[in-house]
């Protein structure tokens, strides 16, 4: 039984030795090679790709603790972009503030002015009142002194009431102890202007036939020298006239947000346009007895 199964095998061993003789004389051995390459090219892929698979899976990276400082310096430069930013847009907005307040002095060259910011504001006992008073930053050191007017680029701010060495205090024309000679710009009807301790200021002392109109605006008109003529001081938003009154009164919206106030102007002398100046030198010639 055993020798039959080695003459098997060594017949199987000469056969299969003879067909690769066989294959190197005719040249098939390459034909041989490729298609034992394209039998046994898709396992060694497959086994190629699981090993690729499994190196990605269970490899760590070289160093943890490298990885995770680089991504705490990168959120801290992050954060130091942002604050850089909100620096930039702030210092923009107040530059922007500061060219229209130029803007101002330079459209009113007969003014001599002092550039202030507002750092605090007096409120009252009740804080949803409007601002009471508005501190500056700058007092006599600077020149400044009670009675001066204070403006915005947009309109009249107020005068100042105290003064102390670096700060001074105004009282805005909404306070209730503010009173301002004014005049209707399409009418020329004079007044005053009071504040009422609120948002909207009342322009009192209009003749029941003056020409009042809901959008005419208000301006200095002057009179009495406390304030220069032609500062906008706010819009006519309502009026109320009844035939029993001597006079109509009209309800003013100021052009300033006193909410929002952080730069202003004082003006430490003002000189009146010669124009104007002629103009009220003949009213007062007229009106003198």
Do not use: C
């Not at 003879?18 to 892929?45: C, K, W």
């Not at 760590?60 to 400082?69: F, G, I, S, T």
């Not at 930013?85 to 002095?105: D, S």
Request: no cysteine; aromatic share 4%.
């Amino acid at each position: 039984m055993r020798l039959h199964v080695r003459i098997t095998v060594t017949g199987f061993t000469l056969v299969l030795a003879g067909l690769l003789v066989a294959a190197v004389v005719t040249g098939r051995i390459r034909s041989l090679a490729e298609m034992t390459r394209q039998i046994t090219m898709p396992s060694v892929t497959w086994v190629s790709r699981q090993g690729i698979a499994l190196r990605e899976r269970f490899d760590l990276p070289p160093d943890v603790a490298q990885l995770q400082a680089e991504n705490t310096r990168l959120r801290e430069e992050l954060e130091r972009l942002r604050a850089e930013q909100i620096r930039f847009t702030e210092i923009e907005m107040e530059n922007q503030r500061l060219r229209a307040l130029l803007r101002f002095a330079e459209e009113h060259p007969y003014y001599d002015v002092r550039g202030a910011s507002v750092v605090g504001q007096v409120i009252g006992r009740d804080p949803a009142l409007p601002i009471d008073r508005l501190i500056l930053n700058i007092g006599e050191a600077q020149g400044i002194r009670p009675g001066m007017p204070v403006v915005s680029d947009v309109g009249l701010v107020g005068r100042v009431v105290q003064v102390y060495r670096t700060t001074s205090v105004v009282l805005p024309i909404t306070a209730p102890e503010s009173a301002v000679n004014a005049i209707v710009q399409a009418s020329r009807q004079t007044g005053i202007v009071r504040g009422q301790g609120g948002p909207i200021l009342i322009m009192e002392y209009l003749p029941l036939d003056a020409e009042v109109a809901v959008g005419d605006l208000i301006l200095t008109s002057g009179l009495g020298g406390v304030f220069p003529p032609k500062l906008l001081i706010g819009q006519v938003v309502a009026v109320e006239r009844h035939d029993y009154d001597m006079f109509q009164r009209a309800e003013i919206r100021p052009t300033v947000n006193f909410q929002q106030l952080e730069q202003v102007l004082i003006l430490v002398d003002f000189t009146l346009n010669p124009e104007v100046k002629e103009i009220l030198d003949e009213a007062s010639s007229t009106e003198a007895p």
